[in-house]
């Protein structure tokens, strides 16, 4: 069935109505007296726009939101997601909480997500299967990888002289061995990558370059090559970080020591990219990379200010993402894109140098469409895939109507999205999923995640015996000088 937006203005060109014609998962035809089977009637003040991409994500902690302060990352981690039996998810468990995130994206116009998602205590099938579940249902567009790191955590991070029972525990093999975690990935390829008509697909993730060996990371280079996956790795996100490079890497950071194993490509998201300097720009620019930025992240754990102005100069695309509700306490696009219009002010670059509300639109848009290495996303265009999310123009954000893009960036929340369409298919209307039962999965998800609660809290207390020792680490790291301030 076609479907034609009538009487709307189409992103970018926001000075005239025009009718948008979807047929299929294609938009087709952009003009007037077009003619379709199920007629939107914008009424001369519905706006529609590229539906959201989140370039980065991280869907195991959606149901943690708001429950730990604000830490540094290496902290953080502590209590995130411990590690228990009593923690171990059912699938049923790890639907729900993908469900809870895609509900929240959908319901605010976030069309495609990229999601590399970290199942504790290992990608385990019937896991897999229950989160590619929960985005085949939601109508979600989704590329989903396995975050599993794989050598001890003692490889991982710059300790010295850890206590005796501090450095047993580093020295502990990860959950699963590269053998057993290139099988999942195999599972994760073999059925779920192009189902839903290509909807849904699979990426590949090393998590952080120090938290893999050499041979998994290019195993892992290997299957992204050949399917032409998205490749996700965390790199300098914290000062922590940085620092490894005296520690472990004969003083590379962790870019130029990817780049020296020959990993360093055009499939490569390097997330976060706070640490980075104008060597590691270089590198990245050169292997045609993109850079994931997550601003609200990395305020909550106080990781810093990304560059942004240095990379963009460099012409390397940069995406947008959450990152993950438990460090965002949203899964709301519109956050993280008003917070990227406004951090970088604050970073002693004169104000012509600051992003403006079009350039943050591209990172959104064209940036998110690079991240999933796709180049028929992120326009409202004839050829596009018709993902797509209807504004109406007389809500609070836009009311009175003075600059379009400005109050995209700086004035929207979610709440005048009308209408989200996914692959042609309209995935939400009037601020409810079309295709789930809203109601009923969040009631389960209550009951569910609150019968879970005691064990999550015995586990953080139990974690918390480590956090002197991972302190020392990062105060030791935060004193030493790097060459830069982020």
């Given at each position: 069935m076609s479907v034609l937006f009538r009487n709307v203005y189409a992103y970018p060109a926001v000075d005239r109505l025009t009718d948008v014609l979807v047929e299929g998962n294609r938009i087709t035809a952009i003009g007037?007296?077009?003619?379709?089977?199920?007629?939107?009637?914008?009424?001369?003040?519905?706006?529609?726009?590229?539906?959201?991409?989140?370039?980065?994500?991280?869907?195991?902690?959606?149901?943690?939101?708001?429950?730990?302060?604000?830490?540094?990352?290496?902290?953080?981690?502590?209590?995130?997601?411990?590690?228990?039996?009593?923690?171990?998810?059912?699938?049923?468990?790890?639907?729900?909480?993908t469900m809870l995130g895609a509900i929240e994206m959908v319901r605010t116009g976030t069309t495609s997500v990229q999601d590399d998602a970290f199942l504790m205590p290992y990608p385990e099938p019937e896991i897999i299967d229950a989160v590619m579940q929960a985005y085949a249902d939601s109508g979600l567009r989704a590329t989903v990888a396995l975050d599993q790191p794989e050598v001890p955590e003692g490889d991982k991070l710059p300790f010295r002289d850890p206590s005796p029972a501090l450095a047993?525990?580093?020295?502990?093999?990860?959950?699963?061995?590269?053998?057993?975690?290139?099988?999942?990935?195999?599972?994760?390829?073999?059925?779920?990558?192009?189902?839903?008509?290509g909807r849904l697909g699979a990426a590949v993730s090393i998590s952080a370059p120090q938290r893999v060996s050499p041979d998994y990371f290019a195993a892992l280079d290997d299957l992204s090559r050949r399917h032409r996956l998205p490749f996700y790795a965390h790199m300098l996100e914290t000062k922590v970080q940085r620092t490894l490079a005296a520690e472990k890497h004969g003083g590379r950071s962790l870019v130029r020591y990817t780049a020296d194993l020959g990993l360093l490509s055009d499939r490569m998201n390097v997330i976060h990219a706070v640490w980075t300097d104008e060597h590691d720009w270089d590198l990245i620019a050169g292997a045609g990379s993109i850079v994931a930025h997550n601003p609200v992240s990395n305020l909550r754990l106080g990781s810093g200010i990304m560059p942004f102005r240095a990379i963009?100069?460099?012409?390397?695309?940069?995406?947008?993402?959450?990152?993950?509700?438990?460090?965002?306490?949203?899964?709301?696009?519109?956050?993280?894109?008003?917070?990227?219009?406004?951090?970088?002010?604050?970073?002693?670059?004169?104000?012509?140098?600051?992003?403006?509300?079009?350039?943050?639109?591209?990172?959104?848009?064209?940036?998110?469409?690079?991240?999933?290495?796709?180049?028929?996303?992120?326009?409202?265009?004839?050829?596009?895939?018709?993902?797509?999310?209807?504004?109406?123009?007389?809500?609070?954000?836009?009311?009175?109507?003075?600059?379009?893009?400005?109050?995209?960036?700086?004035?929207?929340?979610?709440?005048?999205?009308?209408?989200?369409?996914?692959?042609?298919?309209?995935?939400?209307?009037?601020?409810?999923?079309?295709?789930?039962?809203?109601?009923?999965?969040?009631?389960?998800?209550?009951?569910?995640?609150?019968?879970?609660?005691?064990?999550?809290?015995?586990?953080?207390?139990?974690?918390?015996?480590?956090?002197?020792?991972?302190?020392?680490?990062?105060?030791?790291?935060?004193?030493?000088?790097?060459?830069?301030?982020?």
């Open positions: 007037r007296d077009l003619t379709g089977d199920r007629i939107i009637d914008g009424h001369g003040h519905h706006l529609l726009i590229p539906g959201l991409i989140n370039a980065h994500f991280h869907s195991p902690a959606n149901h943690l939101k708001g429950s730990l302060p604000s830490l540094p990352l290496e902290l953080f981690m502590l209590y995130e997601s411990p590690v228990t039996e009593a923690l171990r998810p059912t699938p049923r468990e790890a639907y729900l909480r047993a525990e580093l020295r502990r093999p990860a959950p699963l061995p590269a053998a057993d975690l290139l099988a999942r990935y195999d599972h994760l390829i073999s059925r779920w990558h192009g189902a839903e008509g963009r100069d460099r012409g390397i695309p940069v995406g947008l993402g959450v990152d993950e509700a438990i460090c965002d306490d949203a899964v709301n696009m519109w956050g993280v894109v008003k917070m990227a219009g406004l951090i970088h002010n604050v970073t002693g670059l004169d104000s012509d140098r600051w992003p403006a509300a079009v350039e943050v639109l591209d990172c959104l848009w064209s940036g998110g469409a690079a991240a999933m290495l796709r180049d028929d996303l992120g326009r409202v265009a004839p050829g596009q895939l018709a993902d797509l999310a209807l504004l109406d123009l007389h809500g609070l954000a836009f009311t009175p109507l003075n600059d379009v893009p400005g109050q995209l960036v700086y004035c929207e929340s979610g709440a005048d999205v009308a209408l989200s369409m996914v692959d042609g298919r309209i995935v939400a209307e009037r601020g409810r999923l079309t295709g789930v039962d809203e109601d009923a999965l969040l009631a389960e998800a209550r009951e569910v995640f609150a019968a879970k609660a005691p064990a999550l809290a015995e586990a953080r207390a139990a974690a918390a015996r480590w956090f002197p020792e991972y302190q020392q680490m990062v105060r030791r790291a935060a004193a030493t000088d790097v060459g830069m301030n982020r």
